[in-house]
């Protein structure tokens, strides 16, 4: 009885001991899945830019909806053209944050938006970094002539016309001898001509590819160094190869002759001979290529 009870006992510790180590072992796998599953999420979020991608967008907003042209140096180009960028760059933010152009004063005679002069400044000095320094006053594009008012501080920006010509879609960022690369489609706009007309037929991919070019500055900070043709290309719609129906009928252009075109007949119907062949002579019609009649036709 006693050796029965130590048996019980035994198995019963035995069985105790095999839960508790099936349990262990379910955890282990539980926590395992999970730390892969952390894992994975991590290696999927540093590889998605997303993000990065689209900040950059509308970082690069007003540069890329005015098109200009490629620079080594941020110090050779017409200060302008950033300016330029930078105030519309400054209306795409409000506009893209949910506000509008109604929170600028208007001049009372043009009715032009009041754009103060630090928002051009602070987003000129994001682009290309503190050390990029602008001589505030009015100047001049191939599109409008910004009047800068002195005692308000800020330019006149006309608000009632468009001068966007594209669109960014930023496709990669790489990084290349210590810079950043930051590759840019243009996306045409589909209203930018002079009547403001929307265009149901402008592209809705890139049509040009440009490189943006950043180098680290002040604060580990990436700004705008250069702008350069990017070795990605917009893909060639393929043209389709020619059918045989096609080819013939090139060939027939080229040969002056019509292969759709029936048997050739003659000006009575009869259908004219093949080449190399002879027509037959007509009724007492002697023959003209120098043969000998034959006996039954000189008999006749």
Known sequence: MANYKEEHIRNSRRLARQMVGAAALLLAFIGLFTVLGWIVGLVRVA????????????????MVMLDPVAFDDVNT?????????????????????????????RDPDTGSALIPALEIDTYISNLLGPDYKITEGTFSTEEFVYQYDEEKQAYLVPVTSSVALYTPQVEKISRKDGQRIVTVGYVPTTSNN??????????????????????????RQWYLTALRTSEMQVEATPTPAPTDASVDSLQNEELGTDAAQ???????????????????????????????????????
């Open 77 to 105: 180009v017409d200060e302008g053209v950033f300016k330029q960028a930078a105030i519309w760059g400054t209306v795409y933010q409000v506009q893209n944050s949910g506000g509008s152009l109604d929170q600028y004063e």
């Open 194 to 219: 002079a009547t403001g007309e929307l265009s149901l037929t402008a592209p809705t991919e890139p049509t040009k590819y440009m490189d943006y070019v950043f180098t680290r500055g002040e604060n």
């Open 47 to 62: 590889l998605d830019d997303s993000d990065l991608r689209l900040k950059y967008r509308d970082r690069l907003y007003g």
């Open 262 to 300: 029936p048997e050739q007949q003659s000006a009575e119907g009869e259908a004219l001979p093949e080449d190399g062949s002879d027509a037959a002579p007509a009724e007492g019609e002697q023959p003209t290529d120098g043969e000998q009649p034959t006996d039954e036709t000189a008999v006749g």
